[in-house]
Antibody, heavy 121, light 107 residues
Framework: EVHLLESGGGLVQPGGSLRLSCAAS????????MNWVRQAPGKGLEWVSG????????YYADSVKGRFTISRDNSKNTLYLQMNSLRVEDTAVYYC??????????????WGQGTLVTVSS | DIQLTQSPSSLPASVGDRVTITCRAS??????LAWYQQKPGKAPKFLLS???RLESGVPSRFSGSGSGTDYTLTISSLQPEDFATYYC?????????FGQGTKVEIK
């Protein structure tokens, strides 16, 4: 059974940093692109970042480019999101999500339960 | 970026109703469209891919159709557990984008 478990969320001041983790199990982790998707309170879903199975390709939304860094450790089956220069508008529940296929772009078949990041002074 | 517009934003309905949600893309996305269901406080649940492929375990009352820029999600007979918010997503090109959501609520 596929399982994704995020951790690392919390309260941080504007301009601060936070690192999120997503521990994966139940599938061949290194085969699939993994993603971070966020949801601001009461709002819709926004794709944030993705990383290929090998880690050789990374993708970012314009809203986080230059501030967030996605990475993965396939030996630990873990996905990361390093978030720097955080802004109030980054406040959201952050989900990790697995690509449904191994093609270039894909839908997301499994999601973690999410971790809440609150940016506030 | 490709924009997705869902309609309606809110859909009051009753158990047993046939419900249809529309998702319109700002350009042809060649059926690279998925649908998700989200309940309050929970992660989204994957329902359909490539516009009409029902994922394993999803009840057959859910169906998807469409082509080009216009797509629909239909629930043939609404059940109590179907009251939720539904999102479409295009994965034709990066960045992947989502519709703003349609909340199916009790009439």
């Amino acid at each position: 059974e596929v399982h994704l478990l995020e951790s690392g969320g919390g309260l941080v001041q504007p301009g601060g940093s936070l690192r999120l983790s997503c521990a994966a199990s139940g599938f061949s982790f290194s085969t699939y692109t993994m993603n971070w998707v966020r949801q601001a309170p009461g709002k819709g879903l926004e794709w944030v970042s993705g990383i290929s199975g090998t880690g050789g390709a990374t993708y970012y939304a314009d809203s986080v480019k230059g501030r967030f860094t996605i990475s993965r450790d396939n030996s630990k089956n873990t996905l990361y999101l390093q978030m720097n220069s955080l802004r109030v508008e980054d406040t959201a529940v952050y989900y990790c999500a697995k690509d449904h296929c191994s093609s270039n772009t894909c839908s997301f078949d499994y999601w973690g339960q999410g971790t809440l990041v609150t940016v506030s002074s | 970026d490709i924009q997705l517009t869902q309609s309606p934003s809110s859909l009051p309905a009753s158990v047993g109703d046939r419900v249809t949600i529309t998702c319109r893309a700002s350009q042809d996305i060649s059926n690279y469209l998925a649908w998700y269901q989200q309940k309050p406080g929970k992660a989204p649940k994957f329902l359909l891919s490539v516009a009409s492929r029902l994922e394993s375990g999803v009840p057959s009352r859910f169906s998807g159709s469409g082509s080009g820029t216009d797509y629909t999600l239909t629930i043939s007979s609404l059940q109590p557990e179907d009251f939720a918010t539904y999102y479409c997503q295009q994965y034709y090109s990066r960045p992947s984008t989502f519709g703003q959501g349609t909340k199916v609520e009790i009439k």
